[in-house]
């Protein structure tokens, strides 16, 4: 197998950061913001797979940038995966994201950079490559952020006192998939496959870092460790779960209050290093590499339902437009407001929906544009004939949050219309439509 790497960084000097109902602007960073590209070949076929410090990528921006590296390459683009780590304080959108303003300049140099990420790993490419595979199980971090409430609703990020919260919606895949590349025993690259927002690094709780400077999150502080460990010339590549319902606070149990998010505790840097620990003592477990050198791709566009505006959600959109002339309510709830009157008329009834599967010997990865709920991804790997399934979100475009049905009809955050675009089936559209494609590339 031929294997190539490369590890470009673009932190802007200074700039806005999406991510949140206000606009943060950021001078320095308290890690760096980087591209980090992989690149694959056996018996002639290549992937190209490369994880960024950014939120999302627009679906348009995400064409782009793949077309690009598959046109300085010769590779198909539906071979080239590009997945977001989704730090919420990374660099600015190319276009305007609730009250964080888009910042085209900065947007063009990023892409520019991830380009030549992509490019490099693919120009670096060289025979000798072995592949190793480890999992893992790492509890202390990621929890359900939804709650069911005594009434039969579901809420998001409830608070830690909440009266009428009955129990956590779902519970999290805690699993880490790790993919470790050597040539003559020397640790080229590692590749992190784990679903929790990147979304840690603000002040509140007794948290010690906040939103001024830009940050890759606990992922790019696990990032450093690694490379502590292993050696600075190390690629890590992260590749991000399905997490749309995870993040760090344990609302049922309050155990962040005494671990990551405890007083003088810098929230990303210790979940990060924790992180990091628990791979490297599961890489130090494995002392064989994996015959299997298999590189496959295939691509399977679904056409999934529309996400609707209600007519509850009309009305206090309408409602809440109009008190906002007299009163002073939360940014968010204008935002939505504003949004669901601007974009919730002739909707159309249907959109497509592109999941793409990437064979890298023993992982199966599916990517997957959109926020995914823990249920997806927990339900893919029951369903996958893979040992190593790898479900990777935010990856080739964007789609929101793609929920389970009863999540809509609830009326939590992730449920809204200005939430996601896709609408009623789409979970188990995507489910049965990534087993099929994890079924194929397996073989």
């Known amino acids: 197998m031929k294997a190539g790497f490369s590890e470009i960084e673009y ?202 400077k830009f940050c890759a999150d606990w992922p790019g502080f696990m990032r450093l460790a690694l490379k502590e460990a292993y050696g600075e010339d190390v ?17 049922f149990h309050k155990s962040n209050l005494a671990l990551h998010t405890a007083p003088g505790i810098i929230t990303p840097e210790c979940m990060g290093r924790g992180m990091a620990e628990t791979i490297t003592r599961a890489l130090d477990a494995v002392t064989e590499t994996e015959r299997d050198e298999t590189i496959t791709v295939e691509e399977k566009t679904l056409t999934v339902n529309r996400r609707q505006l209600t007519d509850e959600e009309l009305a206090w959109a309408k409602d809440t437009v109009e008190r906002a002339k007299t009163e002073y309510l939360p940014i968010w709830e204008i935002e939505t407001a504003t949004a669901c ?40 790997k029951r369903n996958s004939p893979f040992a190593h399934t790898v479900p990777v979100e935010l990856a080739n475009g964007l789609h929101g949050y793609v929920i389970p049905d009863e999540v809509r009809a609830s009326g939590a955050y992730e449920g809204r219309f200005t939430s996601g675009t896709t609408g009623a089936g789409t979970a188990d559209a995507v489910i049965a439509g990534g087993a099929e494609l994890l079924k194929k590339i397996y073989g």
């Open 11 to 212: 932190t802007p000097i200074q700039g806005f950061m999406p991510g949140q109902f206000s606009a943060s602007l950021a001078k320095g960073s308290y890690t760096p913001l980087q591209a980090n590209a992989a690149a694959f070949e056996n018996e002639g076929t290549v992937v190209i797979l490369i994880s960024a410090d950014h939120l999302f990528f627009p679906t348009d921006y995400a064409t782009a940038i793949r077309k690009e590296i598959a046109d300085a390459t010769g590779v198909p683009m539906q071979n080239v995966l590009l997945a977001a780590t989704h730090t919420h304080t990374g660099p600015a959108l190319d276009r305007e994201f609730w009250k964080t303003p888009g910042e085209p300049e900065i947007a063009q140099v990023v892409a520019h950079r991830i380009v030549k990420s992509g490019v490099e790993a693919f120009k670096n490419m060289q025979g000798g490559a072995a592949l190793s595979v480890a999992s893992a199980e790492e509890s202390r971090f990621s929890f359900c952020r939804l709650a069911r409430l005594e009434d039969g609703s579901i809420a998001t990020n409830p608070g830690y006192d909440r009266a009428d919260v009955v129990c956590p919606y779902d519970e999290p895949d805690h699993t880490i998939e790790i993919l470790r590349v050597t040539r003559d025993k020397k640790t080229l690259a590692i590749l992190v496959n784990f679903a929790n927002h990147p979304d840690t690094n603000y002040a509140t709780a007794g948290m010690t870092r906040e939103r001024n």
């Open 235 to 251: 690629v890590v590549l992260f590749f991000n779960g399905c997490c749309g319902d995870v993040n760090h606070f344990d609302f």
């Open 341 to 380: 009157l601007r974009d919730g008329q002739n909707v159309p009834a249907t959109e497509p929906f592109v999941l793409t599967g990437y064979r890298v010997g023993p992982w199966g990865m599916l990517a997957m544009p959109g926020e995914m709920f823990s249920l997806i991804g927990k339900e893919l």
